[in-house]
C-alpha cells in the first residue's frame, strides 16, 4: 500500500540532521520537516535572524535556510510534538566513540540513538517510518525496532501505532554539503518493508534520477557506511605513508598521486597527502568496524582495518616532530603562527582536527602559537585546547616576547598580523586565502632564520622561496633535498 509522506521529523539539528532537511524541505515544498534538537543553543542558532549565525557554516546552506525557513521547514526544541504528527522520523544523532565500559575506545556509543528511539515509541502516533540517518553499527536497527515494539501494549493499540524502520545513511562531506545532498552519487535505502523503502524512495524522487536510489538489505546499508568511510580513509593513510617514503627517497607525492590516479581502476580523488585525516567520522567509523569485526570473531580484519588509523595517528605526531626537529630541535620560547584550525577547508568544524593534535603537541613542546582560522574562533579553539589564549583580544598586535608565552597561544583574526615576528609559519588547513598570501610581506615581518611548513601543498612554493623564506612541503622529498 502507498504509504504517502507529510510531516518529516528530524531529530538531532547538527551537521547532518540540518542540512539534509533543508535540502528535503526545499525539494519538497509539500511537505513539513522540522528539524528537532535537545540543545537549545542549537536550535536558537538554527532560528537566529541573521544568517551568519547559523550554527554550521557550509557553502550555499543560507540561501536554503532563507527560501523555507518558516514556510516548511522548522527547528524547534518541541521534540515529542513533533514527533507525534511525523509520519516519518529520521534519527540524525550523535554516535561517538564510545569513552569508557565495554568497548571503550572502538565501539560506538547508542545512547542518542536510543533515547531517540524511545521517545519515538513513545510519542508517534499511528503508522511512522523511522530511518536511521546517523552512522550506526551493523544490526543497530533490530534495537531500535526492539524498542519501537516494546510499547506499552495497550497505548500501541489506542494510539494504534506502528512502525518500520529503515537505514539511510549520509555520505554527504563537510565544506561541500549542499552540492553531495543536492547531486548524491548514491542513495543508500535499506529495509525490509517494500512499502516504507518506497515511500522515502518517493521523497528522494523530487531531485535525485532513479538509477541512483539504491534498495538493499537493512544489514548491507549499514555496513556499506562504514565501508566506503574505512574505504576513504584508507586511501589517505595509503598515500600519507607514501608521502613520508617520497620525503625519505627524493620523490614528489603529488608525481606520484597523478601517476597512479590516472589509473581509472584506481581514480584521481582523495590522493592528497597531508597532515592526516580528522573530522568526526573517519576514525570514529573505522574504529567501529574493528570493534565489529572482533566481535564477529574476525582479529585480522580488525587489525587490516586499525592499522589506518595507527597510520593516521603517527602520521601527524610526524609532523609535530618534524617542525620541532627543523627548527633547531626546540619550538620553546619560539612563535609559531599556526593557518588553519578546522578539519578541512570550507567548514567550522574542528571535531578532531588534524591541527588540534598537532597545536598540542607543539603547545607541549613550549612553542608560543598564534592561531588563524577565517571560519573558527577563538572560543571554540580555547574549548578544543582545554587552554585559554593569553590575550583575549582577536586583534592584537603581536610584538611581545615570546619567551613569557612558552605553551601558550593566542588568536588573530588576520594572518598578515598573525605572521609578525613568527619563526615559522604551519599551514594546517587548504583554506584558499593561504594559497595566495604576499609572502614578501610576510617574511619581513618574521624572524629569521624563518620557515613555512606547508602541509597541504597549497603554498607557492617558488614566491615562498623568493622571499627567501626556508620551505617545507609534506611529501615533497625534491624540495627538500634542493635545501
Ligand atoms: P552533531 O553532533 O553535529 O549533531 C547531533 C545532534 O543530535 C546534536 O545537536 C545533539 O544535541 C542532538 N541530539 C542527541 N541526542 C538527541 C536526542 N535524544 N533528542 C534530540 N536531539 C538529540 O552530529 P553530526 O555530525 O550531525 O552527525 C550525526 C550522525 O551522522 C553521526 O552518526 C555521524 O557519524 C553521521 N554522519 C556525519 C557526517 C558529517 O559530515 N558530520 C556525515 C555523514 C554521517
Ligand atoms: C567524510 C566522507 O567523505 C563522507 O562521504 C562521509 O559522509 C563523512 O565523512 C561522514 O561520514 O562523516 P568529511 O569527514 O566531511 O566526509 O570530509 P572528507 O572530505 O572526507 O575529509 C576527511 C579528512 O580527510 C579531512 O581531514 C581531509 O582534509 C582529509 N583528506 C581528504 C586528505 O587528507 N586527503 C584527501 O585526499 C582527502
Known amino acids: 500500500m502507498k504509504i504517502c509522506i507529510r510531516n518529516i521529523c528530524c531529530i538531532g539539528a547538527g551537521y547532518v540532521g540540518g542540512p539534509t532537511m533543508a535540502v528535503i524541505a526545499d525539494y519538497c515544498p509539500n511537505i513539513k520537516v522540522a ?10 542558532l538554527w532560528n537566529s535572524k541573521d544568517l551568519d549565525d547559523l550554527p554550521i557554516y557550509e557553502p550555499g546552506l543560507k540561501k536554503i535556510i532563507e527560501r523555507c525557513r518558516g514556510k516548511n521547514l522548522f527547528f524547534s526544541t518541541s521534540i515529542n510534538e513533533y514527533i507525534e504528527s511525523a509520519d516519518m522520523v529520521f534519527i540524525s544523532v550523535n554516535t561517538p566513540t564510545k569513552k569508557t565500559g565495554i568497548g571503550a575506545g572502538k565501539a560506538s556509543d547508542l545512547k542518542w540513538v536510543e533515547a531517540s528511539a524511545r521517545q519515538v515509541a513513545k510519542f508517534s502516533k499511528g503508522n511512522t517510518i523511522v530511518v536511521e540517518k546517523s552512522t550506526l553499527p551493523v544490526k543497530t536497527a533490530e ?13 500501541k493499540v489506542k494510539e494504534q501505532k506502528s512502525f518500520h524502520v529503515l537505514s539511510n545513511p549520509e555520505f554527504l562531506a563537510e565544506g561541500s554539503a549542499i552540492n553531495d545532498l543536492q547531486k548524491p552519487d548514491r542513495i543508500l535505502i535499506g529495509g525490509e518493508s517494500k512499502d516504507a523503502i ?33 574505504f576513504l580513509a584508507q586511501r589517505i593513510s595509503s598515500i600519507n605513508s607514501i608521502g613520508a617514503l617520497c620525503e625519505a627517497t627524493g620523490a614528489d607525492v603529488r608525481e606520484v598521486a597523478r601517476a597512479i590516479g590516472s589509473d581509472k ?6 590522493l592528497d597527502s597531508g597532515p592526516g585525516f580528522g573530522g568526526s567520522c573517519f576514525k570514529k567509523d573505522i574504529l567501529n568496524l574493528v570493534y565489529l569485526s572482533n566481535h564477529f570473531g574476525l582479529p585480522e580484519v580488525a587489525n587490516f582495518w586499525e592499522s589506518v588509523v595507527s597510520l593516521n595517528n603517527w602520521n601527524q605526531n610526524r609532523l609535530s616532530t618534524l617542525i ?11 612563535k609559531i603562527c599556526i593557518l588553519g584550525f578546522s578539519f578541512k577547508a570550507n567548514t567550522n568544524d574542528t571535531r578532531d582536527s588534524a591541527a588540534l593534535n598537532i ?32 590575550i583575549e583580544s582577536e586583534d592584537v598586535e603581536y610584538e611581545s616576547d615570546p ?3 612558552e605553551g601558550k597561544w593566542s588568536y588573530s583574526r588576520e594572518v598578515y598580523k598573525a605572521c609578525n615576528r613568527a619563526d615559522a609559519i604551519v599551514v594546517l588547513t587548504e583554506w584558499e586565502m593561504y594559497s595566495d598570501l ?18 597541504r601543498s597549497i603554498v607557492n612554493s617558488k614566491k615562498v622561496l623568493k622571499a627567501k623564506l626556508n620551505f617545507w612541503r609534506v611529501g615533497d622529498g625534491a624540495i627538500q633535498k634542493k635545501r
Not at 143 to 155: H, M, W
Not at 265 to 270: D, E, K, L, M, V
Request: charged residues 25%.
Open 265 to 270: 581502476r584506481i581514480g584521481s580523488r582523495f
Open 143 to 155: 534495537v531500535i525496532k526492539e524498542i519501537l515494539e516494546s510499547t506499552d501494549p495497550i497505548q
Open 35 to 44: 528539524v528537532v534538537d535537545v540543545n537549545k543553543n542549537r536550535i536558537d
Open 438 to 455: 604576499n609572502w614578501e610581506i610576510v617574511a619581513k615581518s618574521m624572524r629569521s632564520p624563518a620557515w613555512v611548513f606547508d602541509s
Open 359 to 390: 597545536c598540542k603537541n607543539l603547545l607541549e613542546e613550549g612553542a608560543y602559537l598564534i592561531i588563524h582560522d577565517p571560519k573558527v574562533g577563538s572560543k571554540q579553539i580555547e574549548l578544543d585546547l582545554n587552554l585559554k589564549p593569553v
Open 198 to 230: 518506497m515511500a522515502l524512495h518517493e521523497i528522494y524522487r523530487n531531485w535525485v534520477p532513479e538509477e541512483k536510489i539504491l534498495h538493499t538489505n537493512i544489514w548491507s546499508s549499514e555496513l556499506a557506511k562504514l565501508t566506503a568511510n574505512a
Open 403 to 405: 619567551s613569557q608565552y
Open 324 to 334: 620541532v626537529k627543523t627548527l633547531f630541535g626546540t619550538v620553546s620560547s619560539k
